[in-house]
């Protein structure tokens, strides 16, 4: 089993549509969740951080971690053709000793019609 | 201006030759980092480095080399390019919080013809 799974789509939805993106992970000592949202031909750019448990809300995006079933979703409301990109998701375990690395999904190709 | 910079941005090489990619970054992180990124496959590290005297490997780092010149340059190296070395590479950078997040330069394009 892969340390993170994340379905590559493509998905393509119409502009105004709520886009769930999600991620499942393996490893129980993950405690920083991730979202980077990646244009084609940039580097990945941090969409949403979250530490542990719970949600958190920035404008039209919301992140969501559900540690008992090792599960992390971003929600994306009114989604705008500007959202059409590729969502990776990342996650690590505690700061410091050998949990320096990011582990990253695939990454989901969204892309919103206008 | 771009906090993580790369250059070149695309470069096509053959078979062989010696290729460098450099980094460099102004955000005064001390923790660096080198990935490619290749369709289907993801984001996978190759090198990192926490500060100038300490390079580690990481999953994929054979055929590669590194080198921190200071505390913002980090450059990696193909010593004999081949072709499935093709890619994207980014270089991304992590200061000393707690948070465990990276920044990510625009990426270098490489094709090894």
């Known amino acids: 089993q892969k340390e993170v799974e994340q379905d590559p789509g493509p998905l393509s939805v119409p502009e105004g549509a709520i886009v769930s993106l999600n991620c499942t992970y393996s490893?129980?000592?993950?405690?920083?969740f991730m979202w980077y949202r990646q244009y084609s031909r940039k580097g990945p750019e941090l969409l949403m951080y979250?530490?542990?448990?719970g949600n958190k809300e920035d404008g039209r995006f919301t992140a969501q971690v559900d540690k008992s079933s090792k599960y992390i979703s971003l929600f994306i409301r009114d989604s705008q053709p500007s959202d059409s990109a590729t969502y990776l998701c990342?996650?690590?375990?505690?700061?410091?000793?050998?949990?320096?690395?990011?582990?990253f999904g695939k990454g989901t190709l969204l892309t919103v019609n206008p | 201006d771009a906090d993580v910079t790369q250059t070149p941005r695309n470069r096509i090489t053959k078979t062989g030759k010696r290729i460098m990619l450099e980094c460099s970054q102004t955000?005064?992180?001390?923790?660096m980092y080198w990935y490619r990124q290749d369709p289907g496959l993801g984001l996978r590290l190759i090198y990192y480095?926490?500060?100038?005297?300490?390079?580690n490997k990481g999953e994929i780092s054979d055929g590669y080399s590194v080198s921190r010149q200071a505390q913002a340059k980090f450059s990696l190296s193909l010593e004999s390019a081949i072709p499935n070395q093709t890619a994207l590479y980014f270089c991304?950078?992590?200061?000393?919080?707690?948070?465990?997040?990276?920044?990510f330069g625009p990426g270098t394009r490489l094709t090894v013809l």
């Open positions: 990342a996650m690590s375990g505690k700061s410091g000793g050998s949990n320096y690395k990011l582990t």
């Open positions: 955000k005064g992180h001390d923790r």
């Open positions: 480095s926490f500060d100038v005297k300490d390079i």
């Open positions: 490893n129980s000592a993950f405690q920083y």
């Open positions: 979250t530490y542990s448990s």
């Open positions: 991304a950078t992590r200061g000393m919080q707690d948070r465990n997040e990276q920044f």
